[in-house]
């Protein structure tokens, strides 16, 4: 029972270079999410995917861009990267977004701008 | 402004001993509380979650009450393991249509030997 998978677990970027997170879950959940975990500070929410074919901004939105592929899959694009984009990404997954459903976490994508 | 703040930032413990740790939160309106544990290099993995109604709810040996009224809750850890050291993350919903999770930025738990 893999749950929520991440491709892949470590990357180093040049600023200016374009790269795809990918994120996968195996649980029929509606709900995906992309967050972003920085030193200090709580995770962040970038886009979410309430539902297959619906997809939202977060509170952090600027220079990503995402994809619900299918029920399972949600990427995150990003397209220019830049040095405040280094972090570590968390994809997520629930039943769906109301209500008091846990969200089930991916172990992440560690991500170095240089 | 919706904030969640936990404390202490950091503790250190002795292998079978209790512990504690908070959380206060300004989020409103309030729809759950949750507790996460997040080992290092990992993923969070919820441990409860708490609406309005509920004082108290346990997992294991972990024990997590909330005070809805005072906008507090804590997590209790009983017995302490080796293996109970994480950062524990505390989030609160909001009963809104953005249905939007506010996450505190964690209390670093070490368990010694």
């Known amino acids: 029972n893999a749950g929520v998978t991440q491709t892949p677990k470590f990357q180093v970027l040049k600023t200016g270079q374009s790269m795809t997170l990918q994120c996968a879950q195996d649980?029929?959940?509606?709900?995906m999410y992309w967050y972003r975990q920085d030193p200090g500070m709580g995770l962040r929410l970038i886009y979410y995917?309430?539902?297959?074919?619906?997809?939202d901004k977060g509170e952090v939105p600027n220079g990503y861009n995402v994809s619900r592929l299918n029920k399972r899959e949600f990427s995150l694009r990003l397209e220019s990267a830049a040095p405040s984009q280094t972090s570590v990404y968390f994809c997520?997954?629930?039943?769906?977004?109301?209500?008091?459903?846990?969200?089930?976490f991916g172990d992440g994508t560690r991500l170095s701008i240089l | 402004k919706n904030q969640v703040e936990q404390s202490p930032q950091s503790l250190i413990i002795l292998e079978g001993k209790n512990c504690t740790l908070q959380?206060?939160?300004?989020?409103?309106?309030?729809?759950?509380l949750r507790w996460y544990k997040q080992d290092t290099g990992r993923g969070p993995v919820s441990l409860t979650i708490?609406?309005?109604?509920?004082n108290t709810k346990s997992n294991g040996r972990y024990t997590a009450t909330l005070d809805a009224d005072t906008k507090q809750s804590s997590l209790h850890i009983t017995a302490s393991q080796l293996s109970d050291s994480a950062s524990y993350i505390c989030?609160?919903?909001?009963?809104?249509?953005?249905?939007?999770?506010?996450f505190g930025s964690g209390t670093r738990l070490l368990v010694r030997p």
């Open positions: 997520a997954s629930s039943v769906n977004r109301a209500g008091n459903q846990p969200q089930h």
């Open positions: 649980m029929n959940h509606n709900s």
């Open positions: 989030v609160v919903g909001r009963m809104d249509s953005s249905y939007k999770l506010i």
């Open positions: 708490m609406t309005f109604s509920e």
């Open positions: 959380c206060n939160y300004t989020v409103s309106p309030f729809s759950n």
């Open positions: 995917s309430a539902s297959e074919g619906t997809t």
